[in-house]
């Protein structure tokens, strides 16, 4: 099998479920302003430790998180094991700076897993590549570690390689000792950081001994602004599976350098940030994360949508609200998403098609004037149903289209030049069956 053959195979579950909850979680969510707040402030680990003495989620109850985003009709999820940090939410033999030694006592990862996994949902583990925590990790000089301009690390000593085998080992850790773990999300290469000085080809022969099956994203080679060798005829052992966008929808989908499709996952936030942030502003609606779940589909790609639960454990009531909201959503319409993709028609002017085999979905955002206008030859359609209620949806000619020769025209009621009716104020969706 060729490595696009093999990639092809392994991301298949993942290309099929499009839908997926990021969850960032950490010490972070104490201060509460976002996970970067360490960099930012330049804090030092001395100092950032009294988070870590101050952590005890209480309510953490990852049974009810599994169940909202199983409704939500999300399909696999990714938890922070380690964020930038270096905070590990599991119990690694590599380290004191783990939840377990936390007032809490637990293992945040094994209980996500277990959960997750019982609720039905893939299960995913991010992992950040850098850490601020470990003594070993280089602090002065770097681009965003705390200590990258304060003098008194100057002449600092690291053992480079040292940070490198706890690295490793902890991947291996959570490779081995939490059962079939479906995803792994590295966070990330940057400035010279890259590939090869993570001894990437060896960490990714380990990872695949380990977890045959695994999908890994790109950022082991390179971070969110490229694609890296994935998208050329020789992609490197550490290229990836997927790429990676963030806090984006690309343009035209991704595809690699002889124009076929690749698999990829845009990630995003619900509000502005990844780590917990105290209020309710800026918060993405259901409606808008649907019609953007719409747009990765029709373009060939997956949507992650992220929360930050709170030092408590609790997910924002305002993301399990925008959660629930989705849930109504794809109770009736979720086989326009799930296995679908790019449609073999243009993209029509009031929303978006997606597409399984000889099922064409009409994602309907705008309201026209009049019928609807669908680029699809009256002759190889066979049947057409509304979603909303699976009632027929005849094709109609009022004299208002003769003009448009070309296009087939839908509508229901009386009279067929009337306007057309939007029946879900997020997406109305009609189920096209083509002629075989
Ligand atoms: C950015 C953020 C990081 C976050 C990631 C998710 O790289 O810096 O904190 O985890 O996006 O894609």
Request: charge should be negative.
């Amino acid at each position: 099998m060729s490595y696009k053959e093999e990639r092809s195979k392994r991301t298949a579950w993942m290309m099929n479920d499009r839908l997926g909850l990021f969850i960032h979680w950490g010490l972070y969510a104490i201060p509460a302003i976002g996970e970067w707040k360490q960099s930012y402030e330049r804090i030092d680990t001395k100092d950032y430790k009294k988070y870590f003495y101050e952590f005890n989620p209480v309510d953490y109850d990852p049974v009810q998180w599994a169940k909202t985003a199983a409704r939500a009709g999300m399909k696999y999820a990714v938890l922070t094991a380690k964020h930038h940090e270096g905070f590990c939410l599991f119990d690694s033999a590599f380290t004191d700076f783990k939840s377990t030694n936390t007032q809490c006592k637990r293992d945040l990862v094994r209980e996500y897993v277990n959960a997750f996994r019982a609720e039905g949902l893939k299960i995913g583990l991010y992992y950040s590549l850098f850490d601020w925590h470990h003594d070993d990790y280089p602090h002065y000089g770097d681009l965003y570690h705390p200590m990258r301009d304060n003098e008194a690390y100057k002449n600092h000593t690291y053992d480079f390689s040292k940070y490198l085998a706890y690295m490793h080992n902890q991947i291996r850790e959570l490779l081995t000792n939490y059962g079939k773990i479906d995803l792994f999300w590295f966070d990330n290469s940057y400035g010279n950081m890259v590939g090869e000085v993570w001894k990437a080809t060896e960490l990714v022969t380990m990872m695949r001994a380990l977890q045959p099956d695994i999908i890994l994203n790109n950022r082991l080679e390179v971070n969110a602004s490229s694609r890296g060798s994935i998208d050329t005829e020789k992609p490197s052992a550490f290229s990836g599976d997927f790429v990676a966008p963030e806090q984006i929808v690309p343009p035209q989908g991704i595809c690699d350098d002889s124009g076929a499709p690749l698999p990829w996952e845009a990630n995003c936030t619900m509000n502005n940030n990844w780590g917990y942030v105290t209020g309710t502003a800026n918060y993405k609606s259901a409606k808008t994360l649907i019609r953007k779940l719409v747009e990765c589909v029709s373009k060939g790609g997956n949507l992650l949508i992220n929360v930050g639960p709170d030092a408590r454990g609790n997910i924002p009531a305002k993301s399990i609200e925008v959660m629930n909201r989705m849930a109504q959503w794809m109770t009736k319409y979720s086989d326009s998403i799930y296995g679908c993709t790019r449609s073999s028609f243009a993209k029509p002017e009031w929303g978006y098609y997606t597409q399984k085999d000889n099922t064409v979905y009409a994602h309907i955002f705008e309201q026209c004037i009049g019928p609807i206008p669908l680029q699809i030859p009256t002759d190889r359609i066979k049947s057409i149903h509304n979603m909303y209620d699976f009632s027929e949806v005849p094709i109609v000619r009022p004299w208002t289209t003769q003009l448009f020769p070309d296009y087939t025209f839908v509508n229901f009621g009386n009279p067929p030049q009337a306007t057309f009716e939007l029946t879900d104020e997020i997406d109305t969706v009609l189920k096209i069956e083509l002629e075989t």
